[in-house]
């Protein structure tokens, strides 16, 4: 009951922030307060978890956090009262925006599956673990409503050609791993799962289709690194290739909708980039990729196609910086003795945009922004948007039609996060024409670089260190 004084103390909040006046938002959210300690001294409280915040919890945090959920090395809440034992974390985690890991915010279009919070039900979870009082029995087990799903017909489970065994000296790698696949003719993936074998070092993994014309290139990589399976990779494998596969903690094995598929010519294999956080020591990981595979009775499939819309990324040095790198010929020159031309895209992706690096010169605040308007060049229907940038991102945007009464927000991350790349899966069916524009819109912040890094101008490359601003839009070839 109290929660309900709760909510109608955070509506008028909201109303006050949005009147814009500067004292409003203060004397509301004093309101929040009041309504906060009366929620907490409240003996009928106790009924308000189990009805009110045990099911918040139940829906999103227990699917990775109870059991052996992918957060539970990081947090256990299979009990009422583990959930109170550890609601100082929770208050932290979900008041910092952080959990539950949903970086889209609801300005974009609705998507499957969709573990994030209302507004409501964050404040309400905040509020109860501020105070966690209850009547149920601590011993109370908290139970997943939304258990991660495993693929249901596996066809193939597909191991790397060479596990990776890494160590704490060096807590972050990037591993391309080559997971070559037995087929002798085009066959076509229905759906897939990526099983982390490591689980307490895999943090998130993103796989590549790549043609069989470069297997001999891929092969060649991976040999420079003897000993150990794969070769470190970071923006990119070094290949050509389509980013087509995503995995982060928690979700579960990925279907293409149906009659439709991942078209792999006989030759074609996948490469993994697998992120591993080396914070334990553990035995070779050898993650493995499940496949679902269309029989010959079910073709013929449309194809999904992941088309790739850019923008520039070219961020300046803040006019209190200074150092040889800060000119960015010289940036350029040391990224691409490191990483080749192709690796350093920086001078194509301006083409492409037809922007230059003028454009962004007077970005010397110490953030800096780009956006990029690009034809579809497809005819189909969207079946997931992803966005990328690296480390000093701090917000994406993906929109369709911009400025045009049809205009659609396909993804908004107010608030970047490298290490949650969801492939969203929109719930409507939306289509696109070949003359469709996307508009991609990227922000940084060279705050967050790491302090250790000599001063330098910071553009599209493959390092770590080196920034990109993408989308990736998988595509199904089917009219309207
Ligand atoms: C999709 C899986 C997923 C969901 C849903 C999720 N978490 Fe997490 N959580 C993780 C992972 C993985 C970590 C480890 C840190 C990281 O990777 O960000 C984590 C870390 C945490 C931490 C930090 C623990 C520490 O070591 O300080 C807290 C607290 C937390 N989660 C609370 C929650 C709460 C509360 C919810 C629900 C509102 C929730 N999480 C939902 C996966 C999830």
Redesign the pocket.
């Known amino acids: 009951m109290a929660f309900f004084v709760a909510g109608i103390a955070l509506a008028l909040s909201a109303c006050g922030d949005g009147a814009g006046s500067s004292d409003t938002p203060s004397a509301a959210s004093a309101t929040t307060e009041e309504a906060t300690t009366t929620v907490a001294d409240a003996p009928s409280d106790s009924t308000g978890f189990a009805v009110d915040v045990l099911p918040?919890?139940e829906n999103?945090?227990a699917?990775?956090?109870t059991g052996k959920?992918?957060?539970t090395?990081?947090?256990r809440?299979d009990t009422v009262a583990d959930a109170i034992e550890?609601s100082n974390?929770?208050v932290?985690?979900?008041g910092l925006g952080?959990?539950?890991?949903w970086p889209a915010s609801n300005l974009s279009v609705a998507f499957k599956d969709d573990?994030s919070?209302t507004d409501a039900e964050r404040d309400a979870?905040i509020a109860w673990a501020r105070r966690p009082l209850t009547d149920l029995d601590p011993a109370t087990p908290i139970v997943s409503t939304s258990g991660i799903q495993t693929l249901t017909d596996v066809d193939y489970e597909i191991v790397p050609l060479d596990g990776y065994d890494g160590t704490q000296d060096q807590p972050d790698e990037y591993r391309c791993l080559i997971y070559d696949l037995p087929f002798e003719d085009t066959t076509w993936i229905k759906g897939y799962e990526f099983v982390p074998d490591q689980t307490e070092v895999v943090?998130h993994a993103i796989g590549y289709r790549i043609g069989g014309e470069h297997r001999a290139a891929a092969g060649a990589l991976a040999a420079k690194d003897p000993g150990n399976g794969g070769w470190t990779c970071f923006g990119s494998s070094g290949l050509p290739e389509q980013r087509v596969l995503g995995w982060?903690?928690?979700?579960g094995p990925r279907e293409y909708p149906e009659g439709s598929g991942l078209r792999m010519s006989a030759d074609d294999f996948i490469v993994i980039q697998v992120h591993y956080h080396y914070e334990v020591e553990a035995p070779t990981d050898f993650s493995s990729l499940r496949l679902d595979i269309a029989g010959t009775d079910e073709l013929p499939l449309d194809s999904v196609d992941s088309v790739r819309f850019v923008a520039p990324a070219e961020i300046p040095c803040a006019s209190w910086e200074q150092g040889p790198l800060c000119d960015r010929s010289a940036a350029l020159a040391a990224a691409e003795a490191k990483y080749g031309e192709a690796g350093t895209q920086a001078n194509l992706i301006n083409t492409i945009c037809q922007a230059s690096p003028e454009d962004y010169a007077h970005m010397t605040d110490g953030t800096a922004s780009a956006s990029c308007d690009l034809p579809v060049r497809e005819r189909g229907q969207i079946v997931s948007v992803l966005g990328h940038e690296h480390e000093i991102g701090t917000s994406f945007k993906m929109t369709l039609l911009p400025g045009t009464p049809d205009e659609l927000i396909l993804l908004d991350i107010p608030d970047w996060d490298f290490?949650?790349q969801l492939a969203y899966e929109p719930v409507d069916e939306i289509f696109v024409e070949p003359t469709d524009i996307i508009r991609i819109e990227c922000s940084w912040d060279r705050s967050l670089r790491d302090r250790d890094l000599e001063p330098a101008y910071v553009l599209w490359a493959d390092g770590t260190h080196d920034e990109m601003c993408f989308a990736t839009v998988a595509i199904r070839e089917v009219a309207r």
């Open positions: 918040i919890i999103t945090c699917r990775c956090h959920g992918p957060g090395p990081h947090l809440l550890n974390l929770i932290e985690a979900v952080a959990m539950p890991p573990w919070l979870l943090h982060v903690p928690g979700i290490q949650w």
